[in-house]
């Protein structure tokens, strides 16, 4: 009904506007006074999580992104080796698992039949599970040893969004905490992402406010046939995540690319007007990235692709070569998919409205699927 919509639309448009309480509410009580973590909930003792050598995330659609981004946090901040794995893939190549093997199973509904297959299998083979979920009691969580709750709240649309970026959030907080709790030589960047992480649900507010142009540039497209996504780093897996909420809610051919990518294949599809969505790391920090993403642009507007770019606010090395230009705010280079994956829900959301498509019922698809 048009109460439980809370005045929206689409359900989708009502869990993309709580984001920025989702993610709030994902890291209530779990920020101490002093600015460190306590994830006691988490019971699995300090002494074990300081014994484990490899992190196996495993995971399906949108979460499987969640869990690629985490990949690069828990590596980064430490220094233990983590693999992600699609959840239907993993048990069927032998995959090499220990009681040192920290495996975290990513799911919003902690009901979906891979993702529970990929966690008994870990289990057998004696790995611990750490599962990551926003369903309380759901069978995901039963069956891991551990669990970390994401505190979206009922997620009905099918197109996943609040739960994706309360995902990420716990990805943080799981690498985070692994890194404070081994100590590594990135303590104090660690105490300084834990203080951005605090102001980052202001950050997708400020997104959200500044979404109209991004719908207009939707609707102006809702005729095209393909979109293509290119992203580097975290950046990445949110170029996926954009294709995947296009394909889901438009169904129209989209896909995401890594843009050093680019040149072994994919540019070969770049023709006149095709519109290529382009997530730009932050110009400070890891700026070889940033410029040779702008290279990328550079290249494929040669070619007469419409660039859409999305980028740090005040990134004007970009803007000569933008065609729309999509702001959002400075973060660190790791959080960025929190603001950066905002944009594009949005726009998948109003594609889908002006090609007349169900949003919250895409055709095909079911919110949790739970047959292998
Ligand atoms: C997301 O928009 C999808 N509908 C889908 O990819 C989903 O993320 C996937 O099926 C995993 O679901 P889960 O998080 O409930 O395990």
């Known amino acids: 009904s048009a109460a439980e919509k809370g005045g929206y639309d689409y359900f989708m448009l009502k869990e993309i506007a709580e984001q920025p309480k989702a993610v709030a509410d994902t890291l209530l009580g779990r920020i101490d006074a002093a600015g460190s973590l306590t994830l006691d909930e988490v019971r699995i003792p300090a002494s074990v999580l300081r014994e484990v050598d490899k992190v ?21 901040w430490t ?87 309360t995902q990420l959030v716990a990805c943080y907080l799981v690498a985070l905490y692994l890194g404070q709790v081994r100590g590594t030589k990135w303590g104090d960047e660690i105490l300084s ?11 997708v507010e400020e997104v959200l406010e500044t979404m109209e142009p991004v719908r207009e540039l939707a609707r102006s497209l809702a005729d095209k046939n393909t979109v293509l996504f290119l992203g580097r780093h975290v950046g990445y897996p949110v170029a996926l995540e954009g294709a995947l909420k296009l394909k889901e809610l438009a169904y129209m051919h989209a896909e995401g690319f890594a843009a050093g990518e680019l040149k072994h294949g994919p540019i070969a599809l770049i023709e006149r007007d095709v519109p290529v969505v382009v997530v730009v790391p932050s110009p400070r920090g890891r700026s070889v990235l940033h410029d040779k993403i702008v290279s990328n642009i550079q290249e494929i507007r040669a070619r007469g692709a419409r660039t859409i770019v999305i980028a740090e606010r005040g990134d004007e090395a970009v803007r000569p070569y933008a065609d729309h230009l999509i702001e ?6 790791l959080l960025q998919p929190l603001v950066a994956t905002v944009p594009l829900q949005v726009f998948a959301c109003e594609l889908a409205t002006a090609r007349g498509n169900e949003v919250d019922q895409p055709r095909n698809l079911a919110k949790s699927v739970t047959v292998e």
């Open 56 to 76: 196996v995330i495993v995971a399906c659609g949108t979460a499987y992104h969640a869990g690629l981004i985490a990949k690069y946090a828990i590596e980064h």
């Open 79 to 165: 220094r233990i080796p983590c693999e992600t794995e699609l959840a239907s893939e993993f048990r069927y190549r032998d995959p090499i698992l220990d009681p040192r093997t920290l495996v975290v199973a990513i799911s919003q509904s902690g009901e979906t039949m891979d993702t529970l297959m990929a966690l008994r299998h870990a289990r057998e083979q004696g790995a611990k599970v750490l599962a990551i979920c926003n369903t309380n009691g759901s069978t995901i969580p039963r069956e891991s040893d551990a669990v970390l709750y994401t505190h979206a709240g009922p997620e009905v649309a099918v197109a996943s969004t609040k739960a994706f970026l």
């Open 193 to 203: 992402v834990i203080r951005d992480l605090s102001e980052i649900a202001g950050e």
């Open 328 to 333: 959002i705010p400075a973060t660190p280079v």
